[in-house]
């Protein structure tokens, strides 16, 4: 069965951290790239940032410098670090595969590809 699963959501103070995980299970890994969405209340679904299979790694200009996304194939995990939170961040994020393993280098793809794959979601509050 295909599951991604994310955790390490929750409520911070602004200026905080959090470190969110993607964990894998169901196919390979190891050839899939992988993105962060989130989505607030009443707004669109954003794409945040996107890792190939190879490690390369992209971001959104609004989370740049202060976002770190990380794949650790041994463990079919994807990492999310977040620091420096903001109010605006506030969203439930959610995790994504696609079985195009360079698609993080596409930009008009970047955000907008198949991702084949996607998990529950994992709630991000950050108060003021």
């Known amino acids: 069965e295909v599951q991604l699963v994310e955790s390490g959501g929750g409520l911070v103070q602004t200026g905080g951290s959090l470190r969110l995980s993607c964990a894998a299970s169901?196919?390979?890994?190891?050839?899939?790239?992988v993105g962060w969405f989130r989505q607030a209340p009443g707004k669109e679904r954003e794409g945040v940032s996107c890792?190939?299979?190879?490690?390369?790694?992209y971001y959104a200009d609004s989370v740049k410098g202060r976002f770190t996304i990380s794949r650790d194939n041994a463990k079919n995990t994807v990492y999310l670090q977040s620091n420096n939170l903001e109010p605006e961040d506030t969203a439930v994020y959610y995790c994504a595969a696609d079985r195009n393993k360079w698609i993080c280098s596409i930009p008009y793809l970047r955000w907008l590809g198949t991702y084949n794959y996607w998990g529950q979601g994992t709630r991000v509050t950050v108060s003021s």
């Open positions: 890792i190939n299979s190879d490690g390369s790694t």
């Open positions: 169901g196919f390979n890994f190891d050839d899939y790239a």
